[in-house]
């Protein structure tokens, strides 16, 4: 028995989300089928955590437990070849037994991109939330520093959350420039149910004046959903990378 860890980036456009759903396709499925293909067993993968319907992963990060004896060096090439075009397999590593992509990781980086040009651009209109309306990034980025830090971040959270607490810690959190397009970087230690795009969907309504940079920090310790602005729209996120310290 080995423990294999892979990382995979996937356009999650056609996607209903990552992990396996009742019904509508995800990454999870066509994965356990690639590696049945290639290897006949039928296993059952485990993420470093899930994304939304349409959010996209540059560096997603699951493992999975195998008896087969094809070399690990072999993964990546023969599943990509098994694999519809839309997710690509960028390396897999051996890891010890008891390793667990979702309990083991150490942070997690995730990307909002924005383009902010009069027309969407067509080859990356799937990839960026278009908002033509000039934006007060400074006040963005002075708003998004209020979430630094560890804190309770229920009402930047999806009233839908099960998890039993909302404390969650922000190493670092800013904002990138590139001409028309605004990228915000957010690292963690973990993210909730659509925390990232409630976090977006307020930046704007700060940058458009609607709030100050300051009132994300009352919006923060108000704890309630209804306080923050709205659910930025899936497309613009992507899951950038997973890091793992020394267990990997």
């Known amino acids: 028995m080995r423990n294999i860890c892979v990382k995979v980036s996937y356009d999650g456009s056609e996607f209903n989300g990552f992990q396996s759903q009742p019904f509508g396709r995800t990454v999870q499925d066509e994965l356990e089928k690639a590696i049945h293909r290639l290897s006949g067993e039928t296993i059952t993968i485990i993420g470093s955590g899930r994304t939304d319907a349409g959010v996209h992963a540059l560096g997603q990060v699951f493992n999975f437990h195998t008896n087969s004896s094809i070399p690990t060096e072999r993964w990546a090439i023969a599943l990509n070849t098994r694999l519809p075009k839309d997710i690509v397999i960028l390396e897999a590593w051996d890891v010890s037994l008891d390793f667990h992509s979702r309990r083991s990781a150490k942070r997690k980086t995730y990307r909002y991109t924005i383009d ?111 306080l923050a602005g709205p659910t930025a729209l899936a497309h613009g996120l992507m899951l950038m990378d997973v890091e793992y310290g020394d267990e990997q």
């Open 116 to 226: 902010t040009g009069k027309f969407p651009n067509v080859f990356g209109r799937s990839y960026r939330l278009h908002h033509p309306m000039k934006l007060d990034l400074d006040a963005m980025d002075e708003g998004l520093s209020y979430l630094v830090g560890t804190h309770d971040f229920t009402s930047y959270t999806s009233i839908h959350s099960t998890k039993p607490h909302h404390i969650r810690t922000i190493y670092e959190a800013y904002f990138i420039r590139e001409d028309q397009t605004i990228h915000m970087v957010v690292t963690g230690n973990g993210f909730l149910y659509n925390m990232v795009r409630v976090i977006m969907g307020t930046l704007l309504w700060v940058g458009q004046g609607k709030l100050k940079p300051e009132d994300m920090k009352r919006i923060l310790e108000g704890k309630t959903r209804s």
